[in-house]
Each structure stands twice: as structure tokens, then as C-alpha cells.
């Protein structure tokens, strides 16, 4: 058993506990509600006042217990003696900083301390029948170092775990390692480090000064983004390696603990990848709050909806263009003209038939489409244009020659034709509720979106983009992460019909007294509970802060999107422009200036790789020379002396490229211990996973394609056919450039006859340029 599966068992110990003691409490919450509703037998006007206060406390407490029974344990710290040895309410020592003598010095200069105390951060407090603390309530003060602690000023913490569970399984655990330097002890043995603080911790322990000035230089360029003032944009850039999204997600937990109020509102992360949202998910938990912290991929941003297919490079090119906001601007009024739509309005009125033929509806439809209000809620617009037209074909307007008496006639004329059958049924056929889905479907007749793209697309991006659309079905299968921004777009143009509200129903007792029924707290609980029960969710889409992940790959119509979201927001932007995969830098770069509007940013800058020891560094280093030429790759800061591996797969090998993944999977699969990742082309993507199945790896082994390695990090990973990869789009290095960047231990690269291996079995493209120093070939 390895340490990852040792202390998630640990984890998973402590979680069966605490979940046993929770069915406990339930219990007594739910005696105390029972003995509560026995005092209505009493019948004093005392008695009912004394029920009501018990029912609303029992059944508060009830409520929270059975609301957070489910994924409530998200963390841990492992704490240093505090300065004092007081205990506060729940359980745990009050002191922030460490005791005097909490850290000891050994006679060869090694740092030594115990771990003092454990604290593990949930939902809410539970203390185990001793009231020892079981899990510290995330809002309560002994739980603020697990948000506020970073490795230039850990205080007492010397590890903060974060665990990532279903229901009451513990699925992970990752750890970060605040003093990276300490030789920390647990129960007489080293204490035990998993994820990037076992990383940490082996930089920390290195001999030699340099490397503690390098441990020293990331703590505090971490720290420094962690810490920013929270107002308006805080954009951080780094290459690969570089910890930018561990930074990002750490700061939104620091600044969602230190003005709770200010966040309320709630904290979107937008990454782009679904596998990214899981690794995500593992490294910010949730925070304890329905509701406050919200991680979605790109492709399922708008709810209702999710992205399960992928665009050709070419498609996704015009998809993500801003020109489409000018197609789509016009396809959510052209949609309305639909086939079948009816020609000719007759009604009846004033004893005879009253007629708007095929010119007079379209001089109605154009008059109401004059201004720029959404599709929808022109619907009013259009039934009143209407009544106007077929009023003055009908004459009526010369028999009335007092003005008072023609505004009442026209009223009256109004209720009449508004209710007819006729009328009614026309409007709605002519005049149909669009959804978005529906205006993304009719963009899949060429001839009409021929039309509507008119002078924006050219005719080979109008034929490849209404091929693409047409796989998407009526329920919303076959959307691509790019489709999902522009149904966000349509939704915006079109705007949803305005509903009427309900009548209220009036009790008679009400209309007789004039006085609604006094009622106690137990009757307005389940009142409230029948009103929710009978209200829809409704979407989010304004966040009090925004953390946009590897930003640079969004198109700009994804900055549109994710724009709408962050209106009056502060925001954190993470990216690295030489792992962009979108062609059109500039283009994306206007979007997000109107996206992040005007608001004063602050930059910063990480500059050292701790993810890729210094061998698979350089051989990323000789790509992005060529994917951009004069960029600085982040320095790599560990060695272990295990050169890439270049593997070729002959011409006659028999099996072919299958075997040959499969043969050098399987290798990596027993050089490492944890997770290796084999990246090919998307166009590969599938047919890679049915090579590798049936391997018995399980979670082990990942295949991706190579838009959807961005941001993960593997022991070992596999690059197949980097040639491959590189032609896929414009953008093709720089995706090499990520793809090559995963592994922390071991790389191979499996070239094929396309790649052009020299002697040594290198590929061409990753050949160090020329111009590359000597010092990074």
C-alpha cells in the first residue's frame, strides 16, 4: 500500500467516526423535537408560547444536522504547540503562533518538532462524547489558519490537507507542506506528505543553500498572490509548473474567510477541461456555505446544458470568433420566419372579416424588431402592432370622430380580437417562444444561416459550421464546449418571456376580518417548506468573484460568456499565454478588456517550475522556442537524473501504434507508483482509450486528448506522435508545449514515422533550435 492509499484510509477512519456521531446527535435532536410537541397537550396560552421556542430551537439544530450530513469534511491541519495551552469552546487551543520550543534544532542543523494537534475543518462543529473536537466548524476561529496560513507565514501549521469525498467515502487527499524545511514528527513517526507537498517537502530537505533560497523564492511568490488586496483584477502569469492554479483557488479561500460578507455573493471558477474542474475540486473544497463557491467547466456553464462533443479546430475557430456574436444577433430575429409560419391574419370584426396579408405582417414584424430589446419579450410589441394594424384595416377609426369615444372603442376592440382563438393562435405560430436550442438548431440550415452570416463568414466556415451543428439534438446532445457560449449568447438576445405571477388565493376568513391568522413558528416551517418545494431553482449568473483558469485558451465568445457572470465582481485571471491553444491571441485579448471593463489589475509573475524535474524541462524548453520564439520557460528547480525516454515505433512493428502505447504504458505503469497520463491528438482520443482498456490500471492510467491535458499533472506521462499533435492547429506547439509539461518523474515520447526521429529516436519538432542556448538543450 502506498501513502496516498495508507492516509486516505486514515482519512476515511476518522470520516466513519464522525458520521456515527452525527447519527447520534440526529437522535437527540429528534427526541427534543418530540418532547416539544408534547407540550401542546397542556393547553395554556404559556405552554403554546414555551412549544413554539423548542420546536424553532430542536428544529433549527434538526435541520442543520441533516442539511450537512452529506460532504462535510473537507480538511485537516497538523499544528505546532501553541504559546498557551488554552482551549476555546469547540475544543481546540486558542494560540496562533508557535511555542517558543515547539521546534528544536538537532546538532547537524535539521529542524525537529511534534505535531501537537490535529484539527479537521468541516460544515459544523461535531465534539465526540468527551467534547473533544471531532471536526471544527469552518467558520469558528480555530478553523481560520487552514485559509489564512501560507508558507511565508504558516504560524502554527505545518501541513494543510485538503479531502475530497462523495457521501461517506474519502475519494483523495493533497496535501500542501507549510514549512517545508521541518522535520515534522506524528506519533514518533515522519509525518507523511502526498501531492505537490511531498514535492515540497523534497525540495526543503535538499542539501545546499541554493536550494532552500529556491524553496524560499516560491513560498513567497505564492504568498504575494495569495495575499493581494482583493479589489478589481489580480491577474497571475506563469509557465507550466508554476502552481498558478493552486495559488489562484487558495487565494479565493483566503479571501472568502476574510470578508465572508464581501463574498457572499458567491465565487465562480471557470476552468476550461471537465477533468481540470475535478482536479480542481480536490485542491478548494467546498466551503461549508450552499452556494458560495461554484467550479465549472467552460462546456457546463450554462445550466441545463453540457457540452459532450468537440469542434475540428477549424469549427472552433469561427465558433469562438467575436464575429459570431454579430451572426447569432441576427439568427435570433431571422428564426422567427420559420417554415410553416402563417401568411395571412383574418379575424372578425364588426361583422366582417378583417384581413393582414403576407406585406402587412412583414411591415409589422420589421417595426417591432426596430430596437435592440430581446426576441422574447417583443412578443407584447408584436400582439399590440397587430391589434393597431387590423384596427385601422378595419376602418373603425373614421367612425369615431371624438377622440374619447375612438379610445374606448379601440380598447374595447383590443379586448375583443385579443382573445380570440383566431388571434391568439396566430400570434403564437407567428410569433413562437425561442430558445436558444431552438435558434442553434435552425443555424443548421445552410441556407438560412447563409443568410444570416452574409458578409461575416466566409462560404467554407458557413458550410463547416452548419454541418457541425446539425448532430445536435432537440434534448441538447451533441453540444460542444463552443455551442455552450453561444447558446449563453442567444439567451441574452432572446431574453425569457416575462411570466404572469400567480393569484394568491384569499382565505374567506381573511375577507371577512381583514386580518390574516396568527400563526407560530411550527406552522410557518412547514408553510415556507410547501412554497419551496413548489419553486424552480433558478441559474446563477452574478458572482461577487470570479477565477478565471488558464485564460488564456478562452475564445471571445467565452469571454462574453463568462463576462455576464462577473458584472460587478472582483476577479483572479490565471494564465500562461505560451500554452495558449486559441490562434487569434488579439481578438481574445479586446473580449477580456471588455469582459474585466475598467477596473485597475495588479500582475504578477511565477517564475519557478517545481512540477517537471530539469530533464523533461529542457526538452519542453527546445518546443517553445520554436512555438515562441523569445519566451522565457519558468526555471526548473529539482533534478533526478532520469533523462526522457524516446521510444520509435517501427514500420513493420508488429501490432502498430496500439501495441506500441500499450507496451510503453504498461513500462511507465511499473517505473512509478501513482498516475500516468498518455496524451495524443484529439482526433485519437477515443480510439487511444480502447487500446489501453482492459490494461488493469485502473484510475491509474488516463488517456486524454491533447486540448484536455491542459492544467493536470501526471508521475509519468506517455506523448504520442508529437507531430500529430502540432498539425492539429495553428496553435499546435504550444499545445505540444503543455502536453510535454505534465509529468513530475518520467516522460516518454512515442514517436512514429511522421515525426521524423533521428538516430537517437528524438522527433524532429523536439529538437532544441539552433537559437536555444546550450545551457536549455
Same mark, same amino acid.
Given at each position: ?5 495508507? &492516509? ?121 462524547? #468527551? ?103 489580480? &491577474? ?100 422567427? &420566419? ?99 436550442? #431552438? ?45 455552450? !457560449? ?99 491571441? &488579439? ?72 501495441? !506500441? ?117
Amino acid at each position: 500500500m502506498d501513502v496516498r492509499e495508507r &492516509e486516505i484510509g486514515d482519512e476515511q477512519r476518522h470520516l466513519d467516526t464522525v458520521y456515527r456521531r452525527l447519527a447520534e446527535k440526529i437522535t437527540e435532536a429528534e427526541h427534543l423535537m418530540a418532547d416539544a410537541a408534547r407540550l401542546v397537550q397542556v393547553g395554556t396560552p404559556g405552554a403554546l408560547a414555551e412549544r413554539d421556542a423548542q420546536v424553532f430551537r430542536a428544529g433549527r439544530h434538526l435541520a442543520r444536522l441533516n442539511n450537512e450530513f452529506e460532504d462535510f469534511l473537507f480538511g485537516r491541519i497538523d499544528l505546532l504547540a501553541g504559546k498557551d495551552g488554552e482551549r476555546g469552546p469547540d475544543g481546540a487551543q486558542t494560540s496562533v503562533e508557535p511555542a517558543d520550543d515547539a521546534v528544536r534544532t538537532l546538532p547537524d542543523g535539521q529542524a525537529v518538532a511534534e505535531i501537537a494537534e490535529t484539527l479537521h475543518i468541516g460544515r459544523l462543529g461535531i465534539l465526540d462524547a #468527551d467534547y473533544a473536537p471531532l471536526v471544527i466548524d469552518w467558520r469558528a476561529p480555530a478553523a481560520a489558519p487552514f485559509y489564512r496560513a501560507t508558507p511565508v507565514r504558516p504560524g502554527r501549521v505545518v501541513r494543510r490537507r485538503v479531502i475530497r469525498s462523495r457521501g461517506r467515502r474519502v475519494l483523495g487527499v493533497e496535501d500542501d507542506l507549510l514549512r517545508p524545511r521541518l522535520r515534522a514528527l506524528l506519533d514518533g513517526a515522519e509525518l507523511p506528505v502526498v501531492g505537490d507537498g511531498a514535492l515540497m517537502a523534497a525540495l526543503g530537505r535538499a542539501r545546499g543553500s541554493r536550494m532552500h533560497d529556491i524553496v524560499a523564492s516560491i513560498q513567497a511568490e505564492q504568498d504575494e498572490v495569495i495575499r493581494a488586496p482583493a479589489g478589481s483584477v489580480t &491577474e497571475v502569469t506563469g509557465g507550466p509548473g508554476t502552481g498558478k492554479t493552486a495559488v489562484a483557488l487558495h487565494r479565493a479561500a483566503y479571501l472568502l474567510y476574510q470578508d465572508r460578507r464581501r463574498y457572499a455573493g458567491g465565487i465562480l471558477v471557470v476552468s476550461p477541461t471537465p477533468l481540470l474542474v475535478a482536479y480542481t475540486e480536490g485542491v478548494l473544497p467546498a466551503l461549508g456555505e450552499e452556494g458560495q463557491v461554484a467550479i465549472r467547466a467552460l462546456g457546463s456553464l450554462v445550466d441545463a446544458y453540457e457540452a459532450d462533443a468537440y469542434d475540428s479546430p477549424a469549427v472552433a475557430r469561427t465558433k469562438g470568433s467575436a464575429a459570431m456574436a454579430r451572426v447569432l444577433a441576427r439568427a435570433a430575429r431571422g428564426a422567427l &420566419e420559420r417554415a410553416g409560419a402563417p401568411e395571412r391574419l383574418r379575424v372578425v370584426a364588426f361583422g366582417r372579416r378583417v384581413e393582414l396579408d403576407r406585406d402587412d405582417l412583414a411591415r409589422v414584424r420589421q417595426q417591432v424588431l426596430g430596437g435592440t430589446a430581446p426576441v422574447n419579450l417583443l412578443r407584447p410589441r408584436a400582439r399590440r402592432l397587430l391589434i393597431d394594424a387590423l384596427w385601422r384595416a378595419c376602418g373603425a377609426a373614421r367612425r369615431y370622430p371624438d377622440g374619447e369615444l375612438a379610445a374606448e372603442a379601440r380598447d374595447a376592440f383590443a379586448e375583443d380580437i385579443g382573445t380570440e382563438d383566431a388571434f391568439t393562435g396566430f400570434l403564437d405560430a407567428w410569433w413562437p417562444e425561442l430558445t436558444p436550442l #431552438d435558434v442553434l438548431r435552425a443555424m443548421a440550415d445552410e441556407q438560412r444561416l447563409a443568410r444570416w452570416a452574409r458578409r461575416i463568414l466566409r462560404p467554407r466556415e458557413i458550410r463547416a459550421l452548419a454541418r457541425s451543428l446539425r448532430r445536435v439534438t432537440p434534448e441538447g446532445a451533441g453540444l460542444s464546449a463552443h455551442d455552450i !457560449a453561444l447558446l449563453d449568447e442567444l439567451r441574452t438576445l432572446l431574453g425569457a418571456p416575462a411570466r404572469p405571477a400567480a393569484p394568491r388565493e384569499a382565505d374567506p376568513l381573511d375577507q371577512l376580518t381583514g386580518l390574516d391568522e396568527l400563526t407560530t413558528y411550527a406552522d410557518r416551517a412547514a408553510s415556507r417548506r410547501e412554497r419551496d418545494a413548489d419553486r424552480e431553482p433558478g441559474e446563477r449568473t452574478d458572482y461577487a468573484h470570479v477565477i478565471v483558469d488558464e485564460a488564456q485558451d478562452l475564445t471571445p465568445m467565452q469571454w462574453r460568456m463568462v463576462g455576464r457572470r462577473g458584472r460587478h465582481a472582483t476577479w483572479t485571471v490565471v494564465g500562461d499565454p505560451a500554452q495558449s491553444s486559441w490562434p487569434a491571441p &488579439e481578438e481574445a485579448a479586446a473580449e477580456r478588456t471588455a469582459a474585466l471593463g475598467r477596473r485597475p489589475a495588479r500582475r504578477f509573475e511565477l517564475t519557478v517550475n517545481y512540477r517537471n524535474p530539469a530533464e523533461i524541462a529542457r526538452v519542453a524548453a527546445g518546443v517553445l522556442a520554436r512555438a515562441m520564439p523569445g519566451g522565457t520557460p519558468p526555471t526548473a528547480v529539482r533534478s533526478t537524473g532520469v533523462a526522457p525516454r524516446f521510444a520509435v515505433l517501427p514500420a513493420d512493428a508488429d501490432g502498430g501504434l496500439p501495441a !506500441a502505447v500499450r507496451a510503453e504504458a504498461d513500462r511507465l505503469l511499473g517505473e512509478v507508483d501513482g498516475t500516468v497520463g498518455v496524451v495524443v491528438a484529439m482526433r485519437r482520443r477515443d480510439e487511444a482509450r480502447a487500446w489501453t482498456a482492459g490494461t488493469g490500471a485502473g484510475e491509474r492510467l488516463v488517456v486524454l486528448g491533447s486540448l484536455e491535458a491542459k492544467g493536470l499533472e501526471y508521475d509519468a506521462t506517455l506523448v504520442v506522435a508529437p507531430a500529430e499533435i502540432a498539425a492539429e492547429s495553428p496553435a499546435g506547439l504550444r499545445v505540444l508545449y503543455v502536453a510535454l509539461t505534465r509529468a513530475t518523474q518520467r516522460l516518454t515520447v512515442l514517436a512514429t514515422p511522421g515525426d521524423e526521429p533521428d538516430a537517437d529516436g528524438v522527433p524532429a519538432l523536439l529538437t532544441a533550435p539552433p537559437d536555444v542556448p546550450a545551457a536549455d538543450r
